[in-house]
Each structure stands twice: as structure tokens, then as C-alpha cells.
């Protein structure tokens, strides 16, 4: 999702309440108008500040396909409709660039994502289970990473959706082994991924980019194999759901529950991993991994929030032994109403987690698809 990459201080230098970077309602910084404008392309700076690649950027060019009708708080049921092409480098010598394009057509009745892009990614693989050793393994993968995703609205009124998507990864692996033996030092091996999953998704929230009422629920359940362009065979169950209420005018609150499991030939890449505010990329991995968290909003000020979140995770690697060695995170943030019409805050976020502290610029939900 490109939204996340937005840019939160390009307002800075508009002056007057004319410019369509300034809201006529409350003469503050407002992104909606900009957004509408026929000329809809953004040029948006990326910043990059996961722990597991280190801090970076990049920029990417968005054009904002222009919406008919008026705008509410979830303007006719639909999300941005964006194409954009993107790249990226880090301070750990990770990049990539690619493009592609999301949307929502037929009022709604069909949702489509798509995405291509080069990816190398330096990362630490910290055994998940599958050593018994506790040493930290650095390695690279490299190579073309695509999704395809299609749903369709079942019935008109009710917002869910079935549908498929489409994942394949050709990369190269390189491990550099920590071995002192000049033929061992470093190991490098190709390999693919292709699967397919049946997607069922319950979309019922105010608002697409930052809710604040309603459940999101998403369910992935496939297979990746030789047939789909892979070459290792393995089942994926990935379950996503989301409840937002609010707590009062100015208070509002989330939870979220996430389930994820994979059996088979599993490529160590492709194990899921505790996702959460405070803890790395793939720091803690297994063939099962369960994660659940809370955040709270407080709107302070006019557009100014405050927010709170914790939760907790675990990489299992069966559910015999839940609860066995619990993960936890947190942290505190801000927010500012960043575009009314389409309900889009944005902020920066500050968290702890049971190794580091860690910060993020949060555009819209952290809890995006």
C-alpha cells in the first residue's frame, strides 16, 4: 500500500487559505483538496525507519485517480484509488523499486491490487526454530517480487468480499556463515516461491485509512508449490482481523488479533514473524505465530491526537506450547488530521520492545492491509 510513504510536511509553506493544501473550514494544513485536484500525481519522499534494515528513504511518484461525488468520512464506501512507482535505499545497503496500482471500482464491487518490484534486502535470520543454536546469520535475498490480488462484493449491501491472490519470489539467497573456510564463508542459492490463496475479507469500517468504528477481518488459506511457479511445496493459513470503537467524542480505540501458520516445505524467508511496534522484522519467526494489540487515540487539540498501544506475540513452533515464551511491545506517539476528507492521519510513533527501542512515521492505520 503506497499510502503509508506519504508525505507528512509538504504543506509546510503554503501561506494562504486559497491553496489547496489549506482547509477553508479551520484554515489548517489539509492534504484533501490536493488529493481531489484533477492533477492528482504526488511526489512523496520515503522514510524508512524499520530496525530490521536500518533508517532510509526514497521517493515515489503517486497519481490519485480522481473521484467522482462528494466526500464524507468514508466517502462512498471507497479508499483512495492510487498508481504509483517507487524505490528505496538503506542504511544497510537494502533497496528496491518497483510500482503498481490499487483500487475500488462498481461502486465497490470489486477491489484490485497489484504490485512489481526488484527487491535486495540484507536481513538476520535468528535460526526460527530450525537450528539449535542461538547464533545470528546475516544473509541477502534478492530478486522479483510480484502480487495479484481480485475480490469481489458478494452482495451489494453487505461489504464482504471473496477473491484470490496471486504471490511469486524469485530471489537469490546469500548467507554469509561466519565460517573461517574460504569455500564456506558464503553461501548463495536460488530459489522461488509461487502460491496462490483464496481470500475471504469482512470490510466494515468507517473509514479505510484511519478508522475509528467498526471490524476488518481478513482470511488467506492456500497453497505454494511447483504447479504455481514455486520450487518447494508448502500450505499458508494468515488471519488479520481489527475492531475499532470509540470510547467517547475524542477518545477512540482498537484491537487486533493476528494468526498466521505455514506447514510443509517452508523456506525460512516465508515463516511468519511477530509484527509489532518495537520489535524487528523477523526477529522472532516459526511455523506458527500469533500476535494481539490495542491502541488507543486521544484527540488533544483541534487536529492534534495522542496515542498508546501495546501487544503481545509469539513464534510457536506448535500451539501445544502457547504462552511458553510471550513477546511483549509498546509505545506512545502523535497523530494530526492530515486530510478530513478522507479520514487520513498521520504521525510519528515511539516503542520499546523486549530488545530495542524503535520509531515510526505512521500514515493512516499501523494495522494497514
Known amino acids: 500500500m503506497l499510502l503509508p510513504f506519504l508525505l507528512l510536511f509538504l504543506p509546510v509553506n503554503a501561506q494562504n487559505k486559497g491553496s489547496k493544501l489549506i482547509s477553508e473550514e479551520d484554515g489548517a494544513v489539509d492534504l484533501s483538496e490536493f488529493l481531489n485536484s484533477t492533477t492528482?500525481?504526488?511526489?512523496?519522499?520515503?522514510?524508512?525507519?524499520?530496525?530490521?534494515?536500518?533508517l532510509g528513504g526514497g521517493f515515489a511518484l503517486a497519481y490519485f485517480h480522481k473521484r467522482k461525488g462528494e466526500q464524507g468520512d468514508?466517502?462512498?464506501?471507497?479508499?483512495?484509488?492510487?498508481?504509483?512507482a517507487a524505490g528505496a535505499y538503506t542504511s544497510n545497503d537494502t533497496w528496491f523499486a518497483g510500482g503498481g496500482h490499487q483500487g475500488s471500482y462498481k461502486e465497490d464491487r470489486w477491489r484490485y491490487l497489484g504490485a512489481l518490484a526488484y527487491i535486495s534486502a540484507n536481513l538476520t535470520f535468528y535460526g526460527a526454530g530450525i537450528l539449535i543454536d542461538e547464533r545470528e546469520y546475516e544473509f541477502?535475498?534478492?530478486?522479483?517480487?510480484?502480487?495479484?490480488?481480485?475480490?469481489?462484493?458478494?452482495?451489494?449491501?453487505?461489504?464482504?468480499?471473496?477473491?484470490?491472490?496471486?504471490?511469486?519470489?524469485?530471489n537469490t539467497i546469500a548467507f554469509e556463515t561466519g565460517l573461517n573456510i574460504p569455500e564456506l564463508e558464503r553461501l548463495e542459492l536460488e530459489t522461488s516461491i509461487g502460491g496462490m490463496n483464496a481470500v475471504f475479507l469482512f470490510?466494515?469500517?468507517?473509514?479505510?485509512?484511519?478508522?475509528?468504528?467498526?471490524i476488518y477481518s481478513v482470511m488467506d488459506i492456500g497453497s505454494f508449490n511447483e504447479a504455481l511457479g514455486g520450487d518447494s511445496s508448502f500450505g499458508?493459513?494468515?488471519?488479520?482481523?481489527?475492531?475499532?470503537?470509540?470510547?467517547?467524542?475524542?477518545?477512540?480505540?482498537?484491537?487486533?488479533?493476528?494468526?498466521?501458520?505455514?506447514?510443509?516445505?517452508?523456506?525460512?524467508?516465508?515463516?511468519?514473524?511477530?509484527?509489532?511496534?518495537?520489535?524487528?522484522?523477523?526477529?522472532?519467526?516459526?511455523?506458527?505465530?500469533?500476535?494481539?494489540?490495542?491502541?488507543w487515540r486521544w484527540n488533544l487539540y483541534k487536529r492534534?491526537?495522542?496515542?498508546?498501544?501495546?501487544?503481545?506475540?509469539?513464534?510457536?513452533?506448535?500451539?501445544?506450547?502457547?504462552?511458553?515464551?510471550?513477546?511483549?511491545?509498546?509505545?506512545?506517539?502523535?497523530?494530526?488530521?492530515?486530510?478530513?476528507?478522507?479520514?487520513?492521519?498521520?504521525?510519528?510513533?515511539?516503542?520499546?520492545?523486549?530488545?530495542?527501542?524503535?520509531?515510526?512515521?505512521?500514515?493512516?492505520?499501523?494495522?494497514?492491509?
Open 140 to 170: 541477502n535475498m534478492k530478486g522479483f517480487f510480484t502480487i495479484q490480488e481480485l475480490l469481489y462484493r458478494v452482495k451489494k449491501e453487505i461489504p464482504f468480499f471473496m477473491g484470490l491472490n496471486y504471490t511469486y519470489f524469485n
Open 236 to 295: 499458508n493459513f494468515d488471519s488479520r482481523s481489527y475492531f475499532y470503537t470509540p470510547m467517547g467524542e475524542k477518545l477512540f480505540s482498537g484491537y487486533r488479533l493476528n494468526v498466521s501458520s505455514n506447514w510443509g516445505d517452508v523456506p525460512f524467508f516465508s515463516l511468519p514473524f511477530i509484527s509489532l511496534r518495537g520489535i524487528p522484522a523477523f526477529r522472532y519467526q516459526n511455523s506458527n505465530v500469533y500476535t494481539l494489540e490495542t491502541e
Open 40 to 54: 492528482g500525481f504526488l511526489p512523496v519522499p520515503i522514510i524508512i525507519t524499520e530496525p530490521a534494515v536500518g
Open 304 to 369: 492534534w491526537s495522542l496515542v498508546g498501544f501495546v501487544g503481545a506475540g509469539e513464534a510457536l513452533d506448535n500451539y501445544g506450547d502457547i504462552f511458553s515464551d510471550l513477546k511483549v511491545a509498546g509505545g506512545t506517539g502523535f497523530r494530526y488530521f492530515l486530510a478530513k476528507q478522507y479520514g487520513l492521519h498521520a504521525g510519528i510513533d515511539v516503542s520499546r520492545g523486549p530488545e530495542i527501542w524503535a520509531w515510526n512515521i505512521t500514515v493512516g492505520s499501523y494495522w494497514g492491509r
Open 203 to 214: 470490510d466494515g469500517r468507517n473509514n479505510t485509512l484511519t478508522p475509528t468504528k467498526g
Open 74 to 84: 468514508r466517502p462512498k464506501g471507497l479508499s483512495p484509488t492510487v498508481s504509483f
